[in-house]
């Protein structure tokens, strides 16, 4: 269990700070940033103390960064707990975060294609 959450976080760490590239694969072949679209960006400038350049290419990198942080420790906890995955779609308080997050990442996500919030992120 230990070895494969090293190796996650190693991944983990080395797509944040960039030395694995990520392109989004919506946007690849869309040709439109997705709603998530930066996040990845904002999540690497956050680490290195940009918080207003990641709140530029994200405004929502402050709620889903965290959000996804603790999903993976319920995840891996449910795991190692139960041998299988989907702890937080079990969970009646995972699910309606996740709905609410998933819901304000589309709101967004259209305020900026309005011209809202600096417009759509590049892609």
Do not use: K, N, Q
Not at 5 to 29: E, N, Q
Not at 62 to 86: K, L, Q
């Amino acid at each position: 269990m230990l070895p494969a959450t090293l190796l996650l976080g190693g991944l983990a760490g080395l797509l944040l700070y960039g030395v694995i590239p990520w392109p989004c694969p919506v946007a690849l072949l869309l040709r439109i940033p997705c709603p998530g679209c930066g996040l990845t960006r904002a999540t690497r400038l956050a680490l290195h103390g940009d918080l207003a350049g990641a709140t530029h290419l994200h405004p929502l990198w402050f709620v889903v960064v965290p959000a996804v942080m603790v999903a993976a420790v319920v995840e891996i906890r449910g795991y190692a707990r139960d041998g299988r995955f989907g702890a937080v779609e079990r969970s009646r308080v995972g699910s309606a975060v996740t709905a609410v997050i998933a819901g304000l990442l589309v709101v967004v996500w259209l305020a900026r294609f309005c011209g809202a919030l600096g417009g759509p992120v590049s892609i």
